[in-house]
């Protein structure tokens, strides 16, 4: 079975820091892809980066960049200068490559960011 | 404009009665999706339909039914509200590309979600 944990339920981060939040995922598929996702209090979900498993190089989207350890089996999403909208819930995701678009998540971690 | 757009936001009905939500992506993609989200925030996939023929279903009671009048709309239909049931729906829609993965295009847009409250 796929699986996607993340084991931080929740963080705190001061504004303008640097925050890493954790995701490790379990699949003996060999393609896969991996994303995150921000989900602020009004509820919606919001796409914020990529990483696919034959991918050399970390992801990176503006701020946000993707920590990927292959052999760790670990995507971390690292959010530098921290903002006070930055406070949200934040989901890590998992695709097959036989199944794309289909979305296994993680349970969530919930960043709160204080001035 | 709003890309992938489901109504109701919120929906509050009694045990027993039969409610639909409804959804429509001006994407173009072909793919669209329900998921659920539990009081826990857990997201878990229900259903996925590409253009308009069903391709997963996951474990889920034959209450639901998913009906896809053509590729950019899926509604989802619940006979029978259980307490259980209440939870936040999401549909969504990707671009699956022909080619296979590997650059993230298949990304889901998500709607903004339906608060399904059952007393």
């Known amino acids: 079975a796929q699986k996607i944990t993340q084991t931080q339920p929740g963080m705190f981060v001061q504004e303008k820091e640097a925050v890493t939040l954790d995701c490790t995922y379990d699949t003996s598929d060999q393609s896969y892809g991996l994303f995150w996702y921000k989900q602020p209090s009004s509820g919606e979900m919001i796409f914020l980066i990529y990483q696919g498993s034959y991918d050399e190089q970390n992801a990176t989207e503006g701020r946000y960049s993707l920590n990927f350890q292959k052999a760790r089996k670990s995507a971390n999403l690292v959010i530098s200068a921290s903002q006070l909208g930055d406070s949200a819930m934040y989901f890590c995701?998992?695709?097959?490559?036989?199944?794309?678009?289909?979305?296994?998540f993680g349970r969530g971690t919930q960043l709160t960011v204080w001035p | 404009d709003t890309a992938v757009s489901q109504t109701p936001k919120y929906l509050v009905t009694q045990m027993g009665n039969d409610k639909s939500i409804k959804c429509e992506q001006n994407l173009g993609h072909d793919t669209m999706y329900w998921y659920k989200q539990d009081s826990k925030k857990f997201l878990k996939i229900m259903f996925s339909?590409?253009?308009?023929?069903?391709?997963i279903n996951e474990t889920v009671p034959n209450r639901f039914s998913p009906k896809s009048p053509d590729k950019a709309h899926l509604n989802l239909h619940i006979n029978s509200l259980e307490l259980g049931d209440s939870a936040v729906y999401f549909c969504?829609?990707?671009?699956?590309?022909?080619?296979?993965?590997?650059?993230?295009?298949?990304?889901?847009?998500f709607g903004s979600g339906t608060q399904l409250s059952v007393l």
């Open positions: 995701a998992m695709e097959r490559g036989s199944t794309l678009g289909r979305l296994y």
């Open positions: 339909y590409n253009n308009k023929e069903l391709i």
């Open positions: 969504a829609s990707s671009q699956i590309p022909l080619g296979g993965g590997g650059s993230g295009e298949e990304k889901l847009f």
